[in-house]
């Protein structure tokens, strides 16, 4: 059966789209859908099913004994208010994930990321983080930070502070602050790890 009858592009602006789809039940009635995209009208998932990642997002440990993890804290829009969560950003055109997590994680905390390896890790595949509201896929890189924070290469349409978060801070933020879903699954995966290997939830 086919699920999508019809589709409507209702905006056209540079970073994200809104469309509206005739959308098939089941029981073959149609109704309204609607989901964002970042993707071009060509390539919307819809048509072509990629699993070719839009973003990225960063999870790092810190510190010589690698006890603690870097989070940003940051001024989301939406909320209208500031949000615990990893550093994160888009994947440019012809980029790699690799190099997009050493650019991006420059950029948003001014630090250097060295990428793990694990070989095949889990955390390396590009997946879906809000499939009822976008078809939007962000891949996860992990690694190690070094380095100060430095704010310097933030855009000024970013608030962005870097946090540095031992594993007893790491519990009172999860406890106590607003937190992305991403950032909160993550630190509890780091938390339950142990402590002489804070990636090791990765191996697979």
């Not at 790092?60 to 004994?65: H, I, L, S, T």
């Not at 070094?146 to 790491?170: L, N």
């Not at 602050?177 to 402590?195: G, H, K, T």
């Amino acid at each position: 059966m086919e699920r999508i009858a019809k589709r409507i592009k209702l905006t056209d602006n540079p970073f994200l789209n809104m469309y509206d789809l005739d959308a098939v039940k089941t029981n073959g009635e149609k109704f309204k859908y609607y989901f964002a995209t970042r993707r071009k009208d060509d390539d919307l998932r819809i048509d072509t099913h990629s699993t070719e990642a839009d973003g990225i997002s960063l999870f790092a440990v810190y510190g010589e004994k690698k006890d603690s993890v870097v989070l940003i804290k940051e001024f989301r829009y939406p909320i209208n208010d500031y949000i615990y969560d990893v550093p994160a950003g888009l994947i440019e055109h012809g980029e790699s994930p690799g190099l997009a997590a050493i650019r991006e994680f420059k950029e948003e905390t001014g630090m250097e990321f060295t990428p793990a390896d694990f070989g095949d890790a889990a955390g390396r595949r590009s997946a879906y983080p809000t499939v009822g509201l976008t078809d939007e896929m962000i891949a996860t890189e992990f690694g190690f930070a070094s380095g100060m924070p430095d704010k310097s290469r933030q855009e000024s349409s970013e608030d962005i502070t870097t946090v540095i978060a031992d594993r007893q801070e790491c519990r009172r933020i999860i406890r106590e602050e607003r937190v992305s879903m991403r950032a909160l699954f993550l630190i509890m995966l780091f938390l339950n790890s142990p402590e002489d290997d804070p990636l090791g939830f990765l191996r697979i």
